[in-house]
């Protein structure tokens, strides 16, 4: 908050600024050095076959190990990086380090899963993504059917352009989600003409799903939608016995959420799949 000091004369009291403020901003200056002092890592959480309990998969989502502040989650700097335009660096960096990790576990003996990365806008409607991730995949050796790239209804918007990107990055053999479906500005005629894989319906629709019978309207709306369109339906936020019930007896093909496990990070992980 600039105050004027008499004529021409603006100075800014420090004390104005909230600490929030002052703390975005140093996160930000933070932030552009996080990814060469190799700050940044993956935690995974299951995707399981609702009715077999079957493994299909790991949704990789960031996390920012500060130096100060401890293990931060990307809602805390998501959008910071997806204003100064660090969001493609990066999440070019979340597709090199989930493929090379997914590699390695194959490597290692574990049943091959596929891994899915969320891409931001920016980074989608970037012009290299296509032969990034198709480098990526040469690089690391990654047969292409174990990746999966999450976008939102909001890349939609971009239509043409769009269609474009999703049908080349289906030639390289990836599949593609929507994901936190039904919450963004969409029409579903882009479910008519995208080369889509899986649904996934948003955790606040599973959040309240025994409890209000909107969600539930909508849920299994959702799930008749996607089947009858030929697509996989992912529900995440899983949290209960009985929104996994519910799911089942709908026909929801996978679930992911803290029922079953929280995001672990890659150690975690070998625990419990691979060295049992
Ligand atoms: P998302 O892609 O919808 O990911 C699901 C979020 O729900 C994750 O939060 C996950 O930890 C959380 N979650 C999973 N199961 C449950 C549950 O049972 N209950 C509750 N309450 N939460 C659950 P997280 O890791 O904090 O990520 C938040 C969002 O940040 C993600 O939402 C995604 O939009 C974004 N994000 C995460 N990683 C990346 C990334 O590498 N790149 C980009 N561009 N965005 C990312
Ligand atoms: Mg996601
Ligand atoms: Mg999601
Ligand atoms: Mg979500």
Same mark, same amino acid.
């Given at each position: 908050? $600039?105050?004027?000091q008499?004529?021409?004369?603006?100075?800014?009291h420090?004390?104005?600024?909230?600490d929030?403020m002052?703390?975005?901003?140093?996160?930000?200056?933070?932030?552009?050095? /996080?990814?060469?002092?190799?700050?940044?890592?993956?935690?995974?959480?299951?995707?399981?076959?609702?009715?077999?309990?079957?493994?299909?998969?790991?949704? /990789?989502?960031?996390?920012?190990?500060?130096?100060?502040?401890?293990?931060?989650?990307?809602?805390?700097?998501?959008?910071? *990086?997806?204003?100064?335009?660090?969001?493609?660096?990066?999440?070019?960096?979340?597709?090199?380090?989930?493929?090379?990790?997914?590699?390695?576990w194959?490597? /290692?003996?574990m049943?091959?899963?596929?891994?899915?990365?969320?891409?931001?806008?920016?980074q989608?409607?970037?012009?290299?993504?296509?032969?990034?991730?198709?480098?990526?995949?040469?690089?690391? /050796?990654?047969?292409?059917?174990?990746?999966?790239?999450?976008?939102? +209804?909001?890349? $939609?918007?971009?239509?043409?352009?769009?269609?474009?990107?999703l049908?080349?990055?289906?030639?390289?053999?990836?599949?593609?989600?929507?994901?936190?479906?039904?919450?963004?500005?969409?029409?579903?005629?882009?479910?008519?003409?995208?080369?889509?894989?899986?649904?996934?319906?948003?955790?606040?629709?599973?959040?309240?799903?025994?409890?209000? +019978?909107?969600?539930?309207?909508?849920?299994? *709306?959702?799930?008749?939608? $996607?089947?009858?369109?030929?697509?996989?339906?992912?529900?995440?936020?899983?949290?209960?016995?009985?929104?996994? +019930?519910?799911?089942?007896?709908?026909?929801?093909?996978?679930?992911?959420?803290?029922?079953?496990?929280?995001?672990?990070?890659?150690?975690?992980?070998?625990?419990?799949?691979?060295?049992?």
């Amino acid at each position: 908050q $600039a105050k004027a000091q008499g004529k021409n004369q603006f100075v800014i009291h420090t004390s104005d600024l909230s600490d929030e403020m002052i703390s975005e901003s140093v996160l930000e200056i933070e932030l552009r050095n /996080a990814l060469e002092n190799d700050e940044f890592v993956l935690h995974y959480q299951p995707q399981i076959h609702t009715v077999s309990k079957e493994l299909i998969g790991f949704e /990789a989502l960031i996390r920012w190990q500060h130096p100060r502040l401890g293990m931060l989650e990307p809602g805390r700097f998501i959008r910071l *990086a997806e204003e100064n335009g660090l969001i493609t660096q990066i999440g070019e960096w979340v597709i090199n380090e989930a493929c090379l990790q997914n590699k390695k576990w194959q490597h /290692a003996g574990m049943t091959p899963v596929k891994i899915s990365v969320n891409l931001s806008t920016q980074q989608f409607l970037t012009r290299n993504l296509i032969s990034y991730v198709e480098e990526v995949l040469d690089r690391t /050796a990654l047969n292409p059917k174990y990746l999966v790239v999450e976008i939102t +209804e909001n890349m $939609a918007m971009e239509y043409e352009y769009s269609i474009y990107v999703l049908k080349e990055l289906k030639k390289l053999g990836i599949g593609i989600s929507i994901d936190d479906f039904g919450t963004g500005y969409s029409s579903l005629n882009y479910l008519k003409n995208f080369p889509i894989d899986y649904i996934k319906i948003d955790k606040s629709f599973v959040s309240e799903l025994m409890n209000d +019978e909107n969600d539930a309207i909508i849920v299994v *709306a959702t799930i008749t939608l $996607a089947h009858n369109l030929h697509k996989e339906v992912i529900a995440e936020g899983v949290e209960t016995q009985e929104q996994l +019930e519910f799911l089942k007896k709908h026909n929801c093909d996978i679930i992911q959420g803290y029922f079953f496990s929280k995001p672990l990070s890659a150690c975690e992980i070998e625990k419990v799949y691979l060295l049992h």
